[in-house]
């Protein structure tokens, strides 16, 4: 009599490492009625790209945007330039109500390290595109 307790913890353990041996229950699937179709999604666009002129120069001390207008000029509610840095660092500037032939100056104490402009335009509507990205 004195197996018994062994094997009812055998038992025990064999239960609980095998766990419930009833079957899975089968996936739901659902269908939609014959007269219910589902279509895809519809794409679409609003705006098209927009396209405005500018001028980049640089010199030793200073970055000079010059915006120049352009066929989407009339459209533009602001500017926002940033002047990305060799060494990590930006400055950025926001024009709100940009007028053709307007110059914009970043000038640097010492020697200019910009590498890259990115100008973002803001037009009616809210729509927002990047009209450059200029390389120094």
């Given at each position: 009599?004195?197996?018994?307790?062994?094997?009812?913890?055998?038992?025990?353990?064999?239960?609980?490492?095998?766990?419930?041996?009833?079957?899975?229950?089968?996936?739901?699937v659902?269908t939609?009625?014959?007269?219910?179709?589902?279509?895809?999604?519809?794409?679409?666009?609003?705006?098209?790209?927009?396209?405005?002129?500018?001028?980049?120069?640089?010199?030793?001390?200073?970055?000079?945007?010059?915006?120049?207008?352009?066929?989407?000029?009339?459209?533009?509610?602001?500017?926002?330039?940033?002047?990305?840095?060799?060494?990590?660092?930006?400055?950025?500037?926001?024009?709100?109500?940009?007028?053709?032939?307007?110059?914009?100056?970043?000038?640097?104490?010492?020697?200019?390290?910009?590498?890259?402009?990115?100008?973002?335009g803001?037009?009616?509507?809210?729509y927002?595109?990047?009209?450059?990205?200029?390389?120094?």
């Amino acid at each position: 009599m004195r197996c018994v307790p062994w094997i009812c913890l055998f038992i025990v353990v064999l239960v609980i490492t095998c766990g419930c041996t009833q079957p899975a229950p089968p996936p739901v699937v659902t269908t939609l009625p014959p007269t219910q179709e589902t279509l895809p999604p519809t794409v679409t666009t609003t705006d098209t790209e927009k396209s405005l002129n500018f001028t980049v120069t640089s010199s030793t001390t200073m970055v000079n945007v010059t915006y120049n207008g352009g066929p989407d000029a009339a459209d533009l509610q602001s500017l926002y330039i940033r002047v990305d840095n060799r060494a990590g660092s930006y400055n950025e500037r926001t024009i709100v109500d940009p007028a053709p032939g307007s110059s914009y100056s970043f000038v640097y104490r010492g020697v200019s390290d910009a590498s890259r402009i990115n100008i973002v335009g803001t037009f009616s509507g809210g729509y927002q595109q990047t009209v450059l990205m200029y390389y120094l």
